[in-house]
């Protein structure tokens, strides 16, 4: 048994159309009901009484539309809309077609294309991913985002600067604010070490994913994965979490339009331009932010760690890098190449690796399996001195002999006559 596809319309046709047939239907009434003429009422009746329901399905069904486009026209206006008109929406991209290539295509027309090619999504696949709220940590010291904010603090009184923010995830308090002058990584351990003395070790630091935080490249091959600052907290350990949207890490996003409002107008108040200024003023307006915002953790224990005498700041919080020692005791690092003095540590390490420390005050220092090395840097611009080779201990004497020689062959030598007539060289 055949199974038909009918509209709707049809399926009350072929109904009206049966009782006329089996005459519960006078022809006027069926006139009325099927909205036709007395002619057509009885063409449909035919139909129906040789074909059956089948006979009143529309013939257009299942084929093209006599106004449909070719396959070529539409081929071209999706190449074109590819290759310019790639992040252009449907409405736009038929006007440029027309305007710019004489290709006239209906906007609802290249819609349909583009989202078949992929070229553009629909409106429920391009709705923004939904964030749910989480809940607050229990506990001080749980959890701090942190985060650096790049604004003009101190509006047209002064550069433009960079606040890093520590702020607790359980209490919303400001646990450490500092105006830099760029978000680096010397800049976040100046902040991080400031932060570990007041309060201790956290469990956790919750970040995004800048450079400083996480290495981005996809293809590093070298290292363990770690950035500085990084592995800064892992020796100290502390854990660091990267969040994968601006969203996760909401508490110091919201925390900044706060501040950007606040401690602008604050700052303008006490007429300070400075970074320097700037950070004297931040722990009282940090004392009176908490007072205003902070929340009650829902558990009142604090869980930083205390610092021990294992927690060595200092080497913690520094940029460390291996480099390989030539056989000629050099290496480089920083664009710069290190000499080292021949000594016995020095010459054990001829091939191997070393590890180059640079402190924040500037400091370098070259170690290799537990001792420093000893260093001077090359100056590969620097140029030979004649005078210096005239100096010289083995050659000086003899080559002091042929300066002064050829000075003095140069001073008996009689400037040539000119060939030219006076008149001629007076001319030139």
């Known amino acids: 048994m055949a199974v038909l596809i009918m509209s709707e319309g049809e399926l009350a046709r072929a109904e009206i159309l049966r009782d006329l047939d089996e005459d519960r239907l006078t022809i006027e009434a069926a006139e009325q009901l099927l909205g036709l ?80 090619d992929g070229l553009w999504l629909d409106r429920r696949r391009r709705r923004k991913r939904a964030y749910q709220p989480r809940y607050r940590r229990d506990c001080v010291g749980e959890l701090i985002q942190v985060d650096g904010c790049d604004h003009w603090w101190f509006e047209d009184r002064g550069r433009r600067c960079t606040l890093l923010v520590f702020i607790d995830d359980a209490t919303s308090r400001l646990m450490q604010l500092r105006f830099v002058r760029t978000e680096s990584t010397f800049a976040y351990f100046e902040v991080l070490r400031g932060y570990l003395e007041a309060w201790g070790k956290p469990v956790a630091f919750y970040t995004d994913k800048h450079v400083v935080f996480r290495v981005n490249k996809r293809d590093a091959r070298k290292g363990d994965g770690l950035t500085q600052f990084g592995r800064a907290l892992h020796g100290l350990n502390i854990d660091l979490i990267c969040a994968n949207s601006s969203q996760a890490k909401g508490r110091v996003e919201r925390a900044h339009k706060t501040l950007q409002d606040r401690l602008v107008k604050e700052l303008r108040l006490a007429n300070i331009s400075d970074v320097d200024g700037a950070n004297a003023f931040l722990p009282g307006f940090m004392t009176d932010h908490n007072a205003r915002f902070g929340k009650a953790p829902a558990n009142t224990k604090d869980l930083h760690r205390p610092l021990t005498v294992r927690d060595n700041l200092d080497e913690a919080f520094t940029w460390r890098e291996t480099r390989t020692v030539t056989q000629a005791l050099t290496l480089h690092y920083d664009r710069q190449v290190f000499v080292l003095k021949q000594i016995p540590a020095a010459l054990a390490a001829a091939g191997k690796t070393a590890e180059v420390v640079e402190y924040p005050d500037g400091r370098i220092v070259v170690h290799h399996s537990g001792a420093d090395l000893p260093y001077r840097l090359f100056d590969k611009e620097r140029r030979v001195d004649q005078a210096a080779i005239v100096g010289n201990k083995f050659f000086g004497p003899l080559l002091a002999q042929i300066r002064e020689d050829q000075v003095r062959r140069d001073a008996d030598v009689k400037p040539r006559r000119s060939i030219r007539p006076a008149s001629a060289s007076s001319a030139r």
Do not use: C
């Open 37 to 116: 003429g007395r002619r057509q009422v009885f063409r449909v009746l035919s139909a129906y009484r040789s074909q059956g329901a089948q006979g009143l399905i529309s013939k257009k069904r299942g084929r093209p539309s006599n106004r449909k486009m070719s396959g070529e026209t539409r081929a071209e206006a999706l190449e074109i809309v590819r290759q310019n008109y790639a992040d252009f929406g449907p409405t736009l991209a038929a006007e440029k077609l027309a305007e710019r290539h004489g290709l006239r295509v209906s906007k609802e027309t290249l819609r349909k294309w583009m989202l078949e």
